[in-house]
T-cell receptor, first 114, second 114 residues
Framework: NAGVTQTPKFRVLKTGQSMTLLCAQD?????MYWYRQDPGMGLRLIHY???????AKGEVPDGYNVSRLKKQNFLLGLESAAPSQTSVYFC?????????????FGPGTRLTVT | AQTVTQSQPEMSVQEAETVTLSCTYD???????LFWYKQPPSRQMILVIR??????QNATENRFSVNFQKAAKSFSLKISDSQLGDAAMYFC???????????FGTGTRLTIIP
């Protein structure tokens, strides 16, 4: 099993450009999450999904959109990138069996917006 | 809203010695989970240890153990016989039972001195 994978690993964007980050998991997990990590601020939840076709806002959703068209994939989109979106982005997934279990994280994507 | 506080931005310890990382949290819930995650320079988030709030016994995983004080809302991580590979950022995290979202602290950077 590859676990949770993220594409790409690094990206540099100019202000105003758009891009999509792809997260894929092969563990048949119901739940998927997108976080951003900034220095001194830990990980903050951007959006999450509790199942195929459903998404919900997290703590810092502004400027991002997501889609979960397939159970194994969770896409994070930036329509018009801003320097404030320079960050490391992590995807995670987890399963549920009555309660929600541990989150498994991908390796992260470092995004720089100039 | 739940908050997680890690008051030590940086810690250092001599190799083979013991170090304790602090974490406090704020919640009105009685059923929840607490976690310690390790993030080495590779950026990969690795679950170190988990504690269920309803369990009085402190969790242990090899050289890693916790001191869980529910009344004081304190959850510290003790690393015994520190090794060079323990050098990393350590994040404390909270999750309410039945809720899929994790709340992270801001992290503690641990340096191991050879």
């Amino acid at each position: 099993n590859a676990g949770v994978t993220q594409t790409p690993k690094f990206r540099v964007l100019k202000t105003g450009q758009s891009m999509t980050l792809l997260c894929a998991q092969d563990m048949n997990h119901e739940y998927m999450y997108w976080y951003r990590q900034d220095p001194g601020m830990g990980l903050r939840l951007i959006h999450y999904s509790v199942g195929e076709g459903t998404t919900a806002k997290g703590e810092v959703p502004d400027g991002y959109n997501v889609s979960r068209l397939k159970k194994q994939n969770f896409l994070l989109g930036l329509e018009s990138a801003a320097p404030s979106q320079t960050s490391v982005y992590f995807c995670a997934s987890s399963y549920s069996n009555g309660d929600v279990y541990e989150q498994y994280f991908g390796p992260g994507t470092r995004l720089t917006v100039t | 809203a739940q908050t997680v506080t890690q008051s030590q931005p940086e810690m250092s310890v001599q190799e083979a010695e013991t170090v304790t990382l602090s974490c406090t949290y704020d919640t009105s819930e009685s059923d929840y989970y607490l976690f310690w995650y390790k993030q080495p320079p590779s950026r990969q988030m690795i679950l170190v240890i988990r504690q269920e709030a309803y369990k009085q016994q402190n969790a242990t995983e090899n050289r890693f153990s916790v001191n869980f004080q529910k009344a004081a809302k304190s959850f510290s991580l003790k690393i015994s016989d520190s090794q060079l590979g323990d050098a990393a950022m350590y994040f404390c995290a909270y999750r309410r039972w039945g809720n899929e979202k994790l709340t992270f602290g801001t992290g503690t950077r641990l340096t191991i001195i050879p």
